[in-house]
């Protein structure tokens, strides 16, 4: 079956500009997560929701970060004023949302900030 | 969540077991072990996750020590697609908590 999906894969934009991650996750999980990858480092997490709210936002660095659910499927990831250190892999995984279930990830968006 | 403590890098020659070591001294009794790897320029893939007893699937093995201070991740027969860094995560199960990544072991097979 269809995996999370992202867009998109590549983003290049310039310092100060405003823009918007998505993420399609795998139909019927109803957790998602926004992690972000620096270069030479593991993961890092940022934000998860449980259906259209957000459970833990505690990973989000400063308040240029913010994410929606709205219908508790697709997410967005929007940061405003982007600086030249947002530049990463952002990844979005989804679960069943049961107990213990696995996170499935996509393979991310790499964004780059000029 | 508890820390997990990886070698940073292992080799290992195609065709044979690739045994991958985990300690994770300060485990408590609600948290599981997983396992992901994460090949170049993709997203971390899911192997597998165990609490106490061993574990097997399509993918690997996971042998949990009878204390759980530490696991090894068996693939049983490394192929040169297996070449990849692999996360060991300890994770509180409460339904939705997330996942705590550190540095990994930076697996390498060679031919």
């Known amino acids: 079956g269809a995996g999370v999906s992202q867009t998109p894969s590549n983003k290049v934009t310039e310092k100060g500009k405003y823009v918007e991650l998505r993420c399609d996750p795998i139909?019927?999980?109803?957790?998602l997560y926004w992690y972000r990858q620096s270069l030479g480092q593991g993961p890092e997490f940022l934000i998860y929701?449980?259906?259209?709210?957000?459970?833990?936002d505690s990973g989000l660095p400063n308040d240029r970060f913010f994410a929606v659910r709205p219908e508790g499927s697709v997410s967005t990831l929007k940061i405003q004023r982007t600086e030249r250190g947002d530049s990463a892999v952002y990844l979005c995984a989804s679960s069943q949302g049961f107990l213990g279930s696995p996170l499935h990830f996509g393979n991310g968006t790499r964004l780059t900030v000029t | 969540d508890a820390k997990t403590t990886q070698p940073p890098s292992m080799d290992c020659a195609e065709g044979r077991a690739a045994n991958l070591p985990c300690n994770h001294s300060?485990?408590?009794?609600?948290?599981?072990v997983y396992w992901y790897r994460q090949i170049h320029s993709q997203g971390p893939q899911y192997i597998i996750h165990g609490l106490k007893n061993n574990e097997t699937n399509e993918m690997a093995s996971l042998i949990i020590t009878e204390d759980r201070k530490s696991s090894t991740l068996i693939l049983p027969h490394a192929t040169l697609r297996d070449t990849a860094v692999y996360y060991c995560i300890v994770r509180v199960v409460n339904a939705g908590n997330m996942l705590t990544f550190g540095g990994g072991t930076r697996l390498m097979v060679k031919p």
């Open positions: 139909s019927g999980h109803t957790a």
């Open positions: 300060t485990i408590s009794g609600n948290e599981y």
């Open positions: 929701f449980q259906g259209t709210g957000a459970a833990d």
